[in-house]
């Protein structure tokens, strides 16, 4: 981009269709960061909206933002999760002064994702500091699904291809749901929620979810035995990327290992859309010499789930983490003391 044509970007909220163009052309390109995520979110809690840099060639740089009131009327804090995007690294600055310009917000929260163009000391530079308060989890473990089945099964430890290889011998079957399905599902993740003491969003939240995203961008996959529902997963795709993001299953039949076959199936689903990588979303944040000393011993928090998660063959990866810019230097000194009140 020439300084002329630099010049020549202004502020702009695109329409959504033209916004998730954009996002799907980038090589970075995040669900997180489609307008239909800023709608669901929208419905529970949080204000969205899209704030671009453009000009006639369209737009240059951008970001989905949710908004939330802070208490005590401080005024609303600004989210960006796994973006945004910018045609050259200059053009960040620029995106996180409209986002200000177009927010009033006294504090942007961004989380990059994991092959986000930052770099530390860019946000550093750019008078970001880490943040107290995680969003997303910045740990996971992202799956390489490329090559035949048994190239992909190659990578996994041998427990878990014999527990996929037991949930696929024909005693289970696995189909995607539809809209009739997701009283069933939201059952199966209400019990495994008490189950398992982790919060889980409401019926509503969930249907919301598959009304906008599916059948375009995801798929409800469930396990049956009989009449049995086993295991029951939500798992999105863009570009060459897939992500699970909900889950749940039953204790009956456990030896069946539905939780293993329906994620094989969530992999088949991935290849035929072509996606290259499977991302498990979200494990412990630590590194994984730490994961591997203490998997056995904890099972609070994420702890539970990476001991199934770290037998697909999967690499661990960290993101950024999450930053913080401070617009209202009070407000956000407030905000981190609130923080620690409340540990």
């Known amino acids: 981009m020439t300084a002329s044509e630099s010049r020549r970007l202004s502020i702009s909220q695109p329409g959504t269709a033209a916004w998730d163009d954009f996002v799907r052309a980038q090589l970075n390109g995040h669900l997180l960061q489609l307008s239909r995520w800023g709608e669901l979110k929208s419905q529970f809690g949080w204000e969205s909206r899209i704030v671009a840099l453009s000009n006639e060639q369209g737009i ?20 960006v999760p796994m973006g945004g995007y910018a045609g050259e690294p200059a053009l960040y600055l620029r995106l996180w002064r409209a986002i200000r310009r177009e927010t009033g917000a006294a504090f942007l929260k961004l989380e990059p994702s994991l092959d986000s163009a930052f770099a530390e000391g860019d946000l550093l530079q750019a008078g970001f500091q880490r943040s107290p308060q995680s969003i997303q989890p910045p740990t996971t473990i ?14 996994m430890n041998q427990g878990t291809r014999r527990k996929i290889r037991k949930s696929r011998s024909g005693q289970i079957s696995y189909r995607e749901g539809d809209q009739s399905d997701l009283p069933l599902f939201n059952n199966l ?56 993001l909900y889950g749940a299953s039953s204790r009956t039949h456990g030896n069946l290992y539905a939780t293993y076959g329906i994620q094989w199936a969530a992999i088949e689903w991935a290849k035929q859309r072509g996606c290259r990588f499977y ?18 011993n904890r099972s609070d928090g994420l702890w539970g789930v990476y001991g199934f998660k770290r037998g697909w063959g999967g690499v661990v990866r960290r993101s950024l983490g999450t930053w913080d810019l401070a617009w209202n230097p009070l407000v956000y000194a407030a905000y981190r003391a609130a923080l620690k009140l409340r540990r």
């Open 60 to 79: 240059q740089a951008g970001a989905l933002v949710l908004l939330q009131r802070l208490p005590f009327g401080a005024g609303r804090l600004a989210y």
């Open 142 to 155: 992202i799956i390489d699904i490329s090559g035949d089945d048994s190239t992909i099964m190659q990578r």
């Open 189 to 244: 993740m209400q019990q495994t929620g008490e189950r398992n003491a982790f919060g889980v969003h409401s019926p509503s939240y969930y249907e919301t979810v598959y009304d906008l995203f599916m059948p375009r961008d995801g798929a409800l996959l469930l396990a049956w035995h009989e009449d049995d529902l086993l295991a029951a997963i939500m798992v999105f795709a863009l570009g060459g990327s897939a992500w699970y």
């Open 279 to 296: 991302d498990l979303w979200g494990v412990p944040d630590a590194d994984e010499a730490e994961l591997e000393a203490q998997f056995k």
